[in-house]
C-alpha cells in the first residue's frame, strides 16, 4: 500500500520531495501530495518526515 501524508500535519518542507527514490511526491498548495501509482512503498518518506504527517495505508 503507497504512503499516505495527513494534511494537518504536513508543514510543506518538501524533506520526502527531495528524499523519495521514485520521485512519486510532489507540493500541491505547499502540503505533500504522493503519487500511488509510482510510490514503491520503500517508506523512506516515512522515517524522514520531521513532522511525523506521513504514514503506510
Known amino acids: 500500500m503507497p504512503a499516505v501524508?495527513?494534511?494537518?500535519?504536513?508543514?510543506?518542507?518538501a524533506t520526502c520531495v527531495d528524499i523519495c527514490p521514485s520521485a512519486a511526491i510532489?507540493?500541491?498548495?505547499?502540503?505533500?501530495?504522493?503519487?500511488?501509482?509510482?510510490?514503491?512503498d520503500c517508506e523512506t518518506c516515512v522515517d524522514e518526515c520531521p513532522e511525523s504527517a506521513i504514514h503506510m495505508e
Open 5 to 13: 501524508v495527513n494534511k494537518e500535519k504536513c508543514t510543506g518542507c
Open 26 to 40: 510532489e507540493l500541491v498548495d505547499d502540503k505533500a501530495v504522493i503519487s500511488v501509482d509510482d510510490c514503491v
